[in-house]
């Protein structure tokens, strides 16, 4: 591919129509990825034990800090940068495999440091192994950059798809073929690879040798403050996971973790492609600032109105969904699971407020908020420690209602956007996520156990969408996400 067509972004007059295609098609996937994760959920969990999964989440958490430093924030600095060479994403290539090969390299003296913690001799080997994933994400990162820039979501969509279809029916086997946690690690190493030579082939883009190339040090500037600031946000959301493990073992991990991955599980498949679309349409009008402030507030108000109201139903039939989806043997997850569940509520409203800082290239305000953040984090997970998984739950929830304004004030200053739009941007997602609150709490209890936990998620659901769809064809259709859509689509283009 010429050297032009590598790095050209949609101009003005292409960016509205790319945005709209973008998310089409990253719903659309993430549609099916979802059912695929949440059947890859349903089987594990009935093939594996809680001890299987707390093992595992010991090495995940240390495993996915060495991750972090691996990328250094370089895909964002290709993305977000409103200019740059082939040359210049050629010599990021050659950081990010120098910096995966010596991460991977790494994780064998770190097993034995992991193992040491937790009083686990499994571990040095799972450690091992969670090393070995770290070179196909490494040689993948510029390949999904220059899709991005190029708004070409499409392939990114699919090629998650069938990455994780790979990975899941990999998965499974290996459960079902008596090889325990192992499953658990064999399910990202072969997405991993399956992701790494879809992104190589739709880029088609073979980078040439490692070279000097200038003015390079803005780019990992930038990338260090990124990856900086992930690698903080890492530790402060994954020493619950640690603290726990290290003071109550395996299980009561175990059922932290589930309980929080599948309360993650369908928020994971709106936000991450979501803010994937959104970061670089928002780049390119940086230098527009009302026409930034309308396309973020757009953002916001439509990915609001998804998650809060899918929220306020998870928390309610928390209890049913960990016994439809995982089995009798979780049951004890969905008191965590439930106010894990509170915390999310807030942070779907603070979570893209990464996506604002990064798209007007504050990578340094957002490190600094980390610095901040993240230790009061995890004093807050130590606080509740002593109570078990639930206290630290808990404590994470009561944490998060504190610091949510002071997370908007500051990544609202000095920015086109206010602490107000950002509030009344939510407002209508708010509203709809009360009202499905209390059609769930209803249904829950006539219901009142005469029927299934499946029969009595699959009846609130069919309610609550229901509701969301009267709210937002009725008082709420001037926020309706597909009439935003609509609207983007329709919008004049700039000339």
């Known amino acids: 591919m010429p050297d032009a067509d590598l ?17 089409i098609a990253t719903f659309s996937a993430q549609v099916v990825q979802f059912v695929v994760s949440l059947t890859t959920t349903a089987v594990l969990a009935r093939l594996l034990t809680p001890a299987d999964f707390g093992l595992v989440a010991m090495v995940a958490a240390v495993a996915g800090v060495v991750t972090l430093v691996g990328d250094l924030g370089l895909s964002q600095a290709t993305v977000q940068r409103e200019d740059i060479t082939a040359a210049q994403v050629t010599a990021l290539f050659w950081v990010n495999a120098g910096v995966g090969v010596a991460v991977a390299l790494a994780m064998v003296p770190t097993a034995f440091g992991v193992a040491a913690v937790y009083k686990e001799p499994k571990l040095v080997a799972l450690a091992m192994a969670y090393g070995l994933l770290f070179l196909p994400a490494a040689l993948s990162v510029q390949h999904r950059a220059l899709l991005q820039r190029r708004m070409d979501f499409r392939s990114i969509a699919w090629i998650g798809v069938a990455s994780n279809l790979g990975g899941a029916a990999a998965a499974i086997l290996a459960a079902r073929a008596g090889l325990g946690y192992w499953a658990l690690v064999i399910l990202p190493g072969t997405t991993g690879v399956l992701t790494m030579v879809g992104m190589w082939w739709r880029a088609r883009w073979i980078p040439s040798g490692p070279r000097r190339t200038p003015h390079m040090a803005e780019l990992l500037s930038f990338g260090g403050y990124v990856s900086g600031f992930n690698l903080l946000n890492y530790v402060g959301r994954n020493g619950d996971n640690v603290l726990i493990g290290a003071r109550w073992g395996a299980k009561e991990l175990g059922f932290y973790s589930k309980a929080y991955s599948l309360l993650l599980l369908p928020l994971q498949q709106i936000n991450h492609p979501v803010s994937a679309v959104a970061l670089p349409a928002l780049a390119r009008v940086q230098g527009q600032p009302d026409r930034f402030r309308r396309a973020y507030l757009r953002y916001m108000s439509a990915l609001s109105s998804v998650t809060l109201p899918g929220i306020a139903f998870m928390i309610v039939f928390a209890p049913e969904i960990c016994l ?53 984090t995890v004093l807050a997970f130590w606080l509740g420690l002593a109570h078990g998984a639930r206290g630290v739950a808990l404590a994470y929830a009561i944490y998060t209602v504190g610091i949510t304004l002071p997370l908007l004030v500051y990544a609202c200053r000095g920015s086109p956007v206010t602490v107000l739009d950002i509030l009344g941007s939510v407002t209508p997602g708010a509203s709809v996520a009360a009202i499905v609150c209390l059609v769930s709490m209803g249904i829950r209890a006539w219901a009142g156990g005469g029927l299934s936990a499946l029969a009595t998620v699959i009846m609130g659901c069919a309610a609550a969408a229901v509701v969301w769809l009267l709210s937002y064809t009725t008082a709420f259709s001037a926020h309706n996400p597909l009439s935003l859509l609509r609207e983007l689509r329709m919008e004049p283009r700039a000339s």
């Open 324 to 376: 439809a989806v995982l089995g009798p043997q979780w049951v004890a997850a969905a008191g965590i699971f439930r106010l894990l569940g509170v915390a999310s509520l807030l942070q779907a409203v603070t979570n893209p407020l990464g996506t604002l800082m990064l798209s007007l290239g504050r990578a340094r305000r957002m490190f600094g908020w980390a610095l901040i953040n993240n230790p009061l």
């Open 7 to 23: 790095v050209t972004a949609p101009d003005a007059s292409q960016l509205r129509r790319a945005s709209v295609r973008g998310a």
